[in-house]
């Protein structure tokens, strides 16, 4: 028997949820640190598709910073 490629992992909060709830707390955090936090909560991959979909329903805002 082949062993699982990728194992998904259970966590208190969706994927979804915990960004929104970082991006409260946070009101102006960057790309990279909502990334950090996905790592530190050790979920795989990255962020940006999650990123992608809230901003894409509205639920939250992209904005560019200034000089960047």
């Known amino acids: 028997m082949k062993p699982d490629k990728?194992?998904?992992?259970?966590?208190?909060?969706?994927g979804d949820e915990s960004v929104l709830a970082f991006a409260q707390a946070k009101s102006?955090?960057?790309?990279?640190?909502?990334n950090e936090h996905w790592i530190k909560e050790e979920r795989?991959?990255?962020v940006s598709n999650t990123l992608v979909k809230l901003a894409k329903t509205s639920k939250l805002t992209c904005m560019n910073l200034k000089g960047q």
């Not at 990728?6 to 969706?14: D, H, I, Y």
């Not at 102006?28 to 909502?34: I, L, M, R, S, W």
């Open 6 to 14: 990728c194992a998904r992992g259970k966590f208190a909060l969706t």
């Open 28 to 34: 102006e955090c960057t790309k990279a640190q909502v």
């Open 44 to 46: 795989s991959g990255m």
